[in-house]
C-alpha cells in the first residue's frame, strides 16, 4: 500500500493562515499551494504548504495530518522534518553558505569579533558601538563564577572527563540563578542568555585546570572575552604562558575569537534541537543548555576535530599522505577520512575557507611549525583533485584545520569539545530564547511506530 502526495493551486483559508502565523514564517503569502494525501482508503488530507523567507527549500505543514486522516508521519533522525521555524541561521548546503541572521559567517569572522556575534545572534542586529559598550559591560560583570560554585570542581577528581565536568557545572548554574520561566519577560530571558554566556570561559579554564590541579584565575577587566579565556587557562601563580610574549598572546586570541564565531550556531543540529527539546518542557534554561552539552559529548557530534588530529597522526608524514588515500578509496577496514565531508553541506564548508588560512597565519605567528598542518595540506590537496572525492562532495569542513589550531595554543584533545561547547552555548541559548518567546510555544511530543508485542495476558 502506498499514499499519493499531490500537489494544487489552492486560495488560503483560514485555518491554513492561522497555521501560517503559527509558524511564524515571514513569507508573504496571500494565495498558496498545498498537497493532497490520498489514503489507500480513500481519504484526503489537504496539507499547506510552507516557504522560508530565504532559499528554495519547501515544506508541508502537518499539523493537522491526523485529524484529517487518521495518521502519522515516520521520519527517523528527522531528515526531513522541520522541527520548528527560526530567524536565527540559515544554510544552504549545496551552495555552501551558513549565515547568522542574515550575514555569511566567513564575512563575519573576518570583520567581528565573538561579543559582537553574540549580540546579533541574541538581539537580530549588530550592535551600535553604545550597545557593544553595554553589553561588553555585562558581559563581563558576570564572568566570574561564586565561590560555592568553586566546590563543584574540588569535589569532582582531576581525571573526570571535561564534558562530564561541565555538564555537570552548567547544570549545576540552575541552583545558583532558579528561572520562574515567563515566555512574555523578554528581560529575564536576556538576563539568563547573558550569564551563560558570559560564565562559560570561567567554567572552560577551570575545567582544564582541574585536570593539572592548578587554582582558579579570575578574569581581568582590560581583556576581551577569548584573552580573557586564554588568561583563565594558562596562567599560574609564578608564570603567565601567554602575556609574557604579547604577539603570541595576540595571535592565540584572534584565533580562538574566530574559532568562537564560526561555531557559534549551526541550526538544528543534535545538540540544539536538544536544547530546543528540554526547554520546551520549560525546564530551567542553564538545564536546558547542560542537556544540550551532553547531546555535543557524544562522537558523532562534536568530537570530529579530535578525530582529525588521531588520522594526521596515524598518516604521519607528507609522504604517507598518497598511500593513506589509496586506502580510503580501498575501504581498507580501520582508515577513515576524517575532517571530510558534511551532514548538511554539499559544497566546499564555508567556515572552513577562512580558518584554512587563519591556521597557517596563527601557527607562523606563534613561530610554530607544525608537520601535521602539511600533512593537512597534502591530504587536501589530493582529495580535491581525486574524482573519487569530487564526485561524492568530499570537501574539507570547519573541523579539518581548528584541531591544528588548537593544538598548536597548548589545548589538549581532551578539550576540543569543551571548546566547541564554549562557542555552541550562545547559538544555544539563543535557540531557548527564540522558541519560548514564540506564539504557540508548548513542550515537545514526538510520536512513535510501536514494534513490541501486542496487548497480552500475565501467565
Known amino acids: 500500500m502506498y499514499f499519493t502526495l499531490a500537489f494544487a493551486w489552492h486560495s488560503l483559508d483560514s485555518s491554513t493562515v492561522q497555521c501560517v502565523t503559527r509558524l511564524a514564517l515571514r513569507s508573504s503569502i496571500s494565495e498558496a499551494d498545498f498537497a493532497e494525501l490520498k489514503l489507500p482508503t480513500g481519504e484526503v488530507a489537504k496539507l499547506p504548504m510552507l516557504y522560508p523567507s530565504h532559499g528554495t527549500d519547501k515544506f508541508i505543514d502537518i499539523g493537522t495530518l491526523n485529524k484529517q486522516a487518521g495518521v ?22 549545496d551552495k555552501g553558505q551558513c549565515n547568522y541572521r542574515g550575514y555569511p559567517v566567513d564575512q563575519i569572522a573576518q570583520s567581528s569579533n565573538f561579543l559582537e556575534v553574540s549580540y546579533l545572534l541574541l538581539n537580530g542586529e549588530m550592535p551600535t558601538p553604545e550597545e557593544m559598550q553595554e553589553f561588553d559591560s555585562e558581559i563581563k560583570q558576570h564572568m566570574i563564577i561564586k565561590t560555592k560554585m568553586l566546590s563543584f570542581f574540588n569535589s569532582m577528581p582531576s581525571a573526570a572527563h571535561p564534558m562530564a565536568q561541565m555538564t555537570s557545572v552548567v547544570a549545576g548554574l540552575s541552583a545558583f540563578y532558579p528561572v520562574s520561566l515567563d515566555p512574555k519577560d523578554h ?10 554566556v558570559a560564565k562559560m570561559p570561567m567554567i572552560s579554564a577551570l575545567i582544564y585546570r582541574n585536570s593539572l590541579g592548578l587554582p582558579a584565575v579570575y578574569p581581568r577587566s582590560d581583556f576581551t572575552y577569548a584573552e580573557n579565556l586564554l588568561y583563565m587557562m594558562f596562567s599560574n601563580p609564578t608564570h603567565t604562558t601567554f602575556p609574557q610574549n604579547e604577539k603570541v598572546f595576540k595571535a592565540a586570541a584572534k584565533a580562538i575569537d574566530v574559532f568562537l564565531i564560526l561555531h557559534a550556531d549551526h541550526e538544528q543540529n543534535a545538540s540544539t534541537s536538544t536544547v530546543r527539546i528540554a526547554g520546551s518542557s520549560q525546564a530551567n534554561p542553564y538545564a536546558a543548555v547542560s542537556a544540550g552539552i551532553a547531546s555535543l559529548w557524544g562522537p558523532a557530534h562534536g568530537g570530529a576535530n579530535e578525530a582529525v588530529i588521531q588520522m594526521l597522526e596515524e598518516i604521519g608524514t ?34 572552513a575557507k577562512y580558518f584554512k588560512t587563519l591556521v597557517g597565519e596563527v601557527l607562523d605567528g606563534m613561530d610554530i611549525q607544525d608537520p601535521k598542518l602539511e600533512v593537512a595540506r597534502e591530504l587536501e590537496r589530493i582529495a580535491l583533485e581525486d574524482e573519487y572525492f569530487i564526485k561524492r562532495k568530499l570537501y574539507p569542513n570547519v573541523d579539518f584545520y581548528t584541531g591544528i589550531m588548537l593544538r598548536a595554543i597548548g589545548i589538549p ?5 569543551v571548546m566547541f561547547a564554549l562557542a555552541r552555548t550562545v547559538g544555544w541559548i539563543t535557540q531557548w530564547k527564540e522558541m519560548v518567546e514564540e506564539k504557540g510555544f508548548r513542550i515537545s511530543r514526538p510520536r512513535q511506530i510501536y514494534i513490541g508485542a501486542p496487548e497480552r495476558k500475565l501467565p
Open 318 to 351: 607528507k609522504e604517507n599522505v598518497a598511500e593513506f588515500v589509496r586506502k580510503v578509496k580501498n575501504k581498507e577496514a580501520g582508515v577513515r577520512l576524517m575532517g571530510f565531508g558534511h551532514r548538511v553541506y554539499k559544497n566546499y564548508d564555508p567556515r
Open 413 to 417: 584533545t581532551s578539550m576540543f569539545t
Open 187 to 196: 528581560k529575564q530571558h536576556m538576563e539568563a542568555a547573558i550569564r551563560m
Open 72 to 93: 502519522y508521519t515516520y521520519d527517523p533522525g528527522f531528515q526531513c522534518t522541520a522541527s520548528c521555524s527560526s530567524a536565527i541561521t540559515f544554510i544552504d548546503g
